[in-house]
């Protein structure tokens, strides 16, 4: 009988903590980041034939006919992406400059508490702080990181491309070395965030849910606030 009244429950609604046009920033830069670093494993370094032979490299090499074609299709995407983030910014500037200055505007020392609080629940398996539909000073030290990181990996991106597409001599020789680094950097932190994500605090959502950014009321309401999660949504 409690299974048969379970099924015949009408669906819970479910609360949706973003707008379609964030939703789909944040989908537009996980794509673009993905295929960006897809296709950047499969750069070959020169004179290294144990990398040449590795698989990724050898099946994207193929799929794209060759390595130059690989490397225009690499600099094309990542110079569309950034470029489009630029024109969103100034497109909508007052929502672009909130973001920034919410995250930006943290002091280091809380930040750094909070952060080791919570990844010490975390690991304790006692689940994330509550923060009630707000950035947390932690979350605020991800986004501090991730665009920074992004921002680095662009702007260095951007100095090895010109080179190719005959807009510069040459690039600085730390470009590369910059450009490496601030991507394993950012994808460093959004892995682990990812899996807090996923490990913790999506559990039990569908995957739907999990991609259009809602949860059911209940836990809306449990977990964030109803209020503070409307608030958050009309942001």
């Known amino acids: 009988m409690v299974a048969l009244r379970e099924m015949l429950r009408p669906p819970e609604p479910v609360m949706r903590r973003h707008g379609i046009l ?3 920033i944040h989908w537009l830069n996980a794509g673009c980041v993905m295929f960006l670093l897809a296709t950047g494993l499969a750069l070959t370094p020169s004179g290294i034939p144990e990398y040449e032979l590795a ?3 050898r099946f994207l090499h193929r799929l794209f006919a060759s390595g130059e074609a690989l490397l225009l299709t690499h600099i094309l995407a990542g110079l569309t992406w950034s470029m489009t983030m630029l024109l969103l910014a100034a497109l ?3 929502p672009a400059m909130r973001f920034l200055v919410t995250v930006f505007t943290v002091p280091p020392k809380a930040a750094l508490k909070w952060a080791v609080r919570d990844n ?3 690991l304790r398996g006692r689940g994330p702080s509550e ?3 707000r950035y947390t000073p932690g979350q605020r030290m991800y986004a501090q990181a991730v665009t920074i990181g992004l921002t680095c990996a662009a702007m260095s991106g951007a100095l090895l491309a010109l080179p190719r597409l005959g807009l510069m001599p040459a690039a600085p020789l730390w470009a590369l070395p910059v450009h490496d680094l601030s991507v394993a950097f950012a994808l460093g932190c959004v892995a682990f965030h990812a899996s807090k994500k996923i490990l913790l605090e999506n559990r039990g959502v569908p995957f739907l849910d999990f991609l259009l950014g809602g949860m059911p009321r209940s836990r809306a309401v449990r977990r964030h606030g109803l209020r503070d999660f409307d608030r958050e949504r009309k942001a």
């Open 131 to 133: 923060h009630r539909g």
């Open 120 to 122: 010490l629940r975390f």
């Open 92 to 94: 909508r500037p007052r």
């Open 22 to 24: 964030a939703l789909a």
């Open 55 to 57: 698989a990724w490299p």
